[in-house]
Structure formats: structure tokens, C-alpha cells
């Protein structure tokens, strides 16, 4: 079982800054991957940023470029830099990881995002 622990997250205005965190504990052995995904009020969830223990990146085309994941694998703790954020932005953003041997995934409770002027 693997739990993760969110923090970050809140309300700024447009062009602001967040960063997200979120620490992964438990039984981890194998190829892993962290990432966030971030859902919309009406809206499905959808990805964000990935990165894998390999430090392979990828994003979603609408944050390239705003966006900056990073992790600290000593810590199995990924982060997410958020500038130059937009209203469309706003969503409750949820932590996820994947350890590929089994493809078991887990998430985190979620943390909210708002940006309004």
C-alpha cells in the first residue's frame, strides 16, 4: 500500500504562482512513476505532469512551458511549479502514482487550485 500527502494549493489571482507537493510512503520497490492530474468543476481529470524514476518527463500541451514537475527520489516526493497560471487552471488537483510492475496506482485526496482576480 502506498500513501501520498498533498500540500500546496490555495487561491491566487492570475500570472500568481503555486507550487504543489506530495510525498509517497510505503512499500515502493520497482520502476515507478509520480504525476498530478487535475479535475475541473463539470470536467473530467485529466493529466497534467509526469516523472518517472528514470526522470522522464511529459505534460499536457495547455501547461508546457507554465508548468515545472520535478521530484526528489530519495524522498519519493514529486512537485509541481505552477507560474504565469490562468483561470482556466482552476480544479482540485490530485497526486498519482504508479509502480509499473502490476500497474498499481494510487491517489492522493486532492488539493484545491483557484485562480481568480
Known amino acids: 500500500q502506498v500513501e501520498l500527502a498533498e500540500s500546496g494549493g490555495g487561491l491566487v489571482q492570475p500570472g500568481g504562482s503555486l507550487q504543489l507537493s506530495c510525498a509517497a510512503s510505503?512499500?515502493?520497490?520497482?520502476?515507478?512513476?509520480l504525476g498530478w492530474y487535475r479535475q475541473a468543476p463539470g470536467k473530467q481529470r485529466q493529466r497534467v505532469a509526469h516523472i518517472s524514476n528514470d526522470g522522464s518527463i511529459n505534460y499536457q500541451d495547455s501547461v508546457k512551458g507554465r508548468f515545472t514537475i520535478s521530484s526528489d527520489s530519495a524522498k519519493k516526493t514529486v512537485f509541481l511549479q505552477m507560474d504565469n497560471l490562468k483561470p482556466e487552471d482552476t480544479a482540485v488537483y490530485y497526486c498519482?502514482?504508479?509502480?509499473?510492475?502490476?500497474?498499481?496506482?494510487?491517489w492522493g485526496k486532492g488539493t484545491e487550485v483557484t485562480v481568480s482576480a
Open positions: 510505503g512499500s515502493i520497490s520497482g520502476p515507478y512513476r
Open positions: 498519482n502514482f504508479l509502480i509499473y510492475k502490476g500497474l498499481k496506482e494510487f
